[in-house]
């Protein structure tokens, strides 16, 4: 039970990676290289923090092109 809690928590965050660079080309944010691994690397931190953050990452993953 001790492992699983870890491996979820994982999966979660790998999965939020995969489906936000899929979806990047639907954001708002500069379509560079750089841009594209750190806003899909820090996505739990910003997703918290950062509201423009937050309409974004739901553009990527819903598609919405609002």
Known sequence: MNVLIPIAL????VGGVWKFWSGFGRTNFEKSFGN???LSLLWP???IAN???RQNFSKALKGSKR
């Open 10 to 13: 994982l999966i979660v965050y």
């Open 36 to 38: 594209r691994v750190s």
């Open 45 to 47: 931190i910003l997703l």
């Open 51 to 53: 509201r423009s953050y």
